[in-house]
């Protein structure tokens, strides 16, 4: 809920999803420009929801997942396991902008 208070606040549009499966059923290859994967869900882990989707959909939009999780070699683990980004909580507007700029989805100059 943070996480959509900040990007709302930011003029950003968003869809919400209370679980992996919820993520799973609204994701809309038409629409969606990046997902914020949640790694700890109700239901299905973002994990298992990242894999799902890449399994459904070839052309996947930038999947950042999002953790509490921040000790040594998890960034790597969550890398190889198949996100394009990962990002510690708690979130801040400057770190999501950073991976947004590094993933190539905004400019420098055009930051959130």
């Not at 190889?80 to 100059?109: Q, V, W």
């Amino acid at each position: 809920q943070v996480i959509s208070l900040m990007l709302q606040t930011a003029n950003c549009r968003i869809d919400t999803a209370l679980n992996g499966l919820e993520a799973l059923e609204n994701f809309n290859p038409e629409k969606h420009e990046v997902i914020l994967m949640d790694i700890m869900m109700p239901l299905m882990d973002g994990i298992t929801a990242m894999k799902e989707l890449r399994k459904r959909h070839t052309n996947l939009p930038p999947i950042i997942a999002i953790t509490a999780n921040a000790m040594a070699g998890d960034k790597e683990k969550y890398l190889k396991e198949g996100f394009d980004a990962y990002i510690t909580k708690p979130l801040t507007m400057s770190k999501l902008t950073s991976e947004l700029i590094d993933l190539g989805l905004m400019e420098k100059r055009n930051q959130l």
